[in-house]
């Protein structure tokens, strides 16, 4: 918290107190008919991924969205985390050296909070945690941010769809601004999805690959948006997507990731996709507005 604080500190100096203080507004601007960037997994090049300092540091390059990953504790919470194991983004392998795998499902929250989430990126990170995800909408609550909230292999825990839907439905986030504006949910898992818009049909909803131009309606009826890897994109395939009504009956929107260098942006924005997701949003917010 204290790094958030220096961090926050330092680039609101080079910035201006303006934009860092507007985030709401900035988001209307920039979403006004433009590419939208999001975080990926945060502002993950400079902190650690899906940290809440990730998050702050998103919020002070002045990147309007950020993405992330939820998956649940053994006691059944919800945490913020991309590997479905605890190995490679934290110190657990010290820690608890007999739980190999070290599955996220594996271990408590009261557990997972004892473990560093920042030292492997940087040691100014130290002591970073794992957050919850009420905890990151209580951070986002503060920086104006949306959410492209990615339920990470819902196959693993059962109900997970419901459950996000419940801690979003108390964090005031299933609210009219926050559904028009601020949260899509996302999953590479179809069925994860289907059951998303099945209990709550008012959430966007993105799916994540790219299947193939004949399948796209069937996608349509529980999903708007094609969230593809970038390489799999083609003005083409842009192009059929666009030409989908989605689960919302408006033109389906496509996102690609994860793009972190500016001429493969500026080819993707000439494709005419609607989002990019990036490790570095400042570079790329800086590449697609030359071109939007
Ligand atoms: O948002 C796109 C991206 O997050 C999907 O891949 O593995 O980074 O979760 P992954
Ligand atoms: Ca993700």
Redesign the pocket.
Known sequence: MQHRTAVSTVVSALCGALALALPAQAASARQAGHIIV?G??GASAYAPENTLDSVQRAADLGVDWV?N?VQRTRDGALVVI?DTTLARTTNVEQRYPDRAPWSVGSFSLAEIKQLDAGSWFGPDFRGERIPTLQEYLDLLDDTGQGL?L?L?QPELYPGIERQTLDVLGRADWLDRPHLARRLIV?S?SAPALRTTHRLRPEVRTGF?GNPPVSQLKQYAAFTDEI?A?QHSVTAAYVKAVHGMKGAHSKAMRI?T??VDNAPAATKLVRMGVDGI?TDRPDLIESATRRHT
């Open positions: 999001f990926h997994r993405e990953d991309h492209l990615e990470k996302q590479f994540l969230n890897e996102n990731w994860t997701i």
